[in-house]
């Protein structure tokens, strides 16, 4: 028997058998685009013949396939963020029973499953119509807002609506108990990630479940990728390389790692709102450069995943370079951008040097 098989699929056929001969054979999996024949008649033994011949040569790319127990591992937070979006939907269902009653407690209420909006949802299925009753359950700064949630919660809320949004809620209460179970069992299989966990958990924008994404789906062993751009390929956050004659053809994204690249997606949106810190700063400097709030989110996930791959490499923790490190960096670029915005507002700008200060003896 040989002591290797390559193994290319569709979807998820590839599994089976992969997890069936990888404890005897040493098994690849190889990405069918890479591995494409000259155009002509195809055929399954054609198809293997040409597989043998690449193998035979040592031009096939197998795919990263994470071992048992990161496997599992994976399993756990997928089903997780499943979870989450599911429960984000049926809030969404809840909001449109809502408003097809005339209540409008969403155009007030940030979290309309919050301490406050919860209360008022309660009463509501309750029987309680009368809305200043209703607006006066507001917490918080919420109160401060109770004309204006008495106004929102006059409707035709009626009993079809109390039972359907009263589903509403033990579906989403239901999933949030399946979500803390699902968290309290990756909290312990996480145990030998802790030291990375922390460290990746210290980059502005990276929670906690996003660094257990992250490791979830990297296995936290940085070589089995030679760069950081590797694992920026990977997981769909580095523009594309096509060129001919001198042009880029190309400069879109490939498809990715989807569970990672939506776990930098938030980690990249919550580092750009971030203050004083250098990923704010270059989320500011992208946008005014690149024009587009979108292509600067993902070159904001790439400097995040590259700064993960460095210190999961190195064993290293974050170090925040600063709100002001473009202006170190380059002054004098900085310097020209400023009198070239001032002189788009109509101003003209004679530069005159601060003299330096010295202090009283």
């Known amino acids: 028997m040989a002591h290797s098989q390559n193994s290319l699929g569709t979807g998820d056929y590839w599994r089976a058998p992969y997890y069936l001969l990888e ?25 293997a013949v040409w597989l043998a011949q690449l193998a035979e040569c040592g031009l096939l790319r197998a795919s990263f396939v994470p071992p048992e127990p990161i496997r599992q591992l994976r399993d756990l937070t997928r089903y997780r963020t499943v979870l989450t979006e599911e429960r984000t939907r049926e809030a969404q269902r809840l909001e449109k ?39 006066e359950m507001a917490r918080g700064r919420m109160r401060s807002k109770i004309p204006d949630l008495a106004q929102a919660m006059i409707g035709r ?40 966990l922390t460290r990746l958990d210290g ?68 580092a750009a709102r971030s203050k004083n810190t250098y990923l704010g700063a270059q989320y500011t400097r992208l946008v005014r450069r690149l024009g587009s709030k979108p292509k600067a989110l993902v070159a904001l996930e790439h400097s995040i995943l590259t700064s993960v791959w460095h210190m999961l490499t190195d064993g290293t923790g974050y170090q925040d370079l600063g709100a002001d490190h473009f202006l170190r960096r380059d002054p004098e670029r900085e310097r020209r951008r400023a009198i070239a915005a001032l002189n788009k507002l109509g101003y003209t700008v004679t530069l005159n040097p601060i003299e330096p200060t010295t202090k009283a003896a």
């Open 157 to 196: 809320f009626g009993d079809h609506h109390a039972f359907l949004c009263r589903m509403h809620l033990d579906r989403i209460d239901a999933i949030s108990r399946d979500i803390a179970t699902l968290s309290t069992r990756i909290e312990r299989v996480m145990a030998p990630f802790r030291d990375q």
């Open 97 to 135: 029973e809502l408003e097809d009653a005339g209540i409008k407690l969403s155009s007030f209420a940030t979290d309309i499953l919050g301490i406050s909006g919860r209360a008022m949802l309660e009463a509501l299925i309750r029987g309680e119509r009368d809305a200043q009753v209703l607006a």
């Open 23 to 47: 404890d005897a054979l040493n098994v690849e999996l190889v990405n069918a685009r890479q591995v494409k024949a000259m155009p002509g008649r195809k055929t399954d033994v054609a198809d």
């Open 203 to 270: 980059i502005p924008g990276i929670s906690l479940r996003v660094a257990e994404v992250i490791i979830a789906e990297t296995g936290g062993d940085m070589s089995r990728f030679p760069t950081a751009g590797h694992l920026a390929s990977w997981a769909g956050v580095s523009p594309g390389n096509h060129e001919s004659g001198g042009k880029r053809k190309s400069g879109k994204t490939t498809k990715g790692n989807r569970w990672l690249r939506d776990a930098l997606g938030t980690a990249a949106m919550a």
